[in-house]
C-alpha cells in the first residue's frame, strides 16, 4: 500500500475485534515510530504499550470513560519530557508513523487526547519531568467507518502571508 492510499483509508476506529495482535506484527507496527522524524533526530519521546487485558480495563476510567480503550488490543501512550523544544511535537509524529503503518498492516488506530494526564502517569510509572502527550488504541477493526467530510483545501492554505490567496 502507497502513503496516499495509506491516508486516504485511515479512520479512528472505535470498535475493535477481540484479538490479540501477533507479538511481530506489533513490533512492525511499533518501528514505524523509530522511523519517525524528530528535531535534532534526538528521539525524545518513549512509548509504554499495554496489552494486558486487566491494564487496559482501568485506563477507561483515567481516559474519560472512553469503553473502546478496554476493547483494543493495544493502547500506546505517547510520552515526552516536556523540558525538550519539540518533544510534544516529535512523538505526535511518532504516533502518526505508527497510525499510518497500522492501515498498511490491516490494523486500526484511534487517537486518545481526553485523558487525565496525572492520573495516567501514575498509573503508567512514568516518572517526572515526564508526561503523556497523547495515547492511541490499537487493534483489528471491527467496524469501516466511513470518511468524514474535510475543509476544502481553500480554506487552510494561505500563500505567502495569512490571508494570501492562490
Not at 518533544?87 to 505508527?98: G, P, T
Amino acid at each position: 500500500m502507497d502513503v496516499s492510499s495509506a491516508i486516504q483509508k485511515r479512520r479512528s476506529i472505535r470498535k475493535y475485534k477481540a484479538k490479540e495482535i501477533p507479538h511481530d506484527l506489533l513490533m512492525e507496527t511499533l518501528e514505524g515510530a523509530r522511523l519517525a522524524p524528530s528535531g535534532a533526530n534526538r528521539q525524545p519521546w518513549q512509548l509504554i504499550v499495554v496489552t494486558d487485558a486487566e491494564r487496559k480495563r482501568g485506563l477507561v476510567p483515567i481516559c474519560k470513560d472512553q469503553k473502546f480503550i478496554a476493547d483494543c488490543s493495544a493502547f500506546i501512550a505517547g510520552v515526552d519530557d516536556p523540558s525538550q523544544k519539540w518533544a510534544r511535537v516529535d512523538v505526535s509524529i511518532a504516533l502518526e508513523h505508527i497510525a499510518l503503518m497500522a492501515v498498511e498492516k490491516g490494523l486500526g488506530t484511534c487517537y486518545i487526547g481526553a485523558f487525565d494526564g496525572e492520573k495516567l502517569a501514575a498509573y503508567l510509572g512514568i516518572p517526572k519531568p515526564y508526561v503523556v502527550t497523547v495515547g492511541m488504541t490499537l487493534g483489528y477493526p471491527d467496524e469501516s467507518p466511513e470518511a468524514r467530510s474535510r475543509k476544502p483545501v481553500a480554506e487552510l492554505l494561505h500563500w505567502e502571508r495569512y490571508g494570501g490567496g492562490e
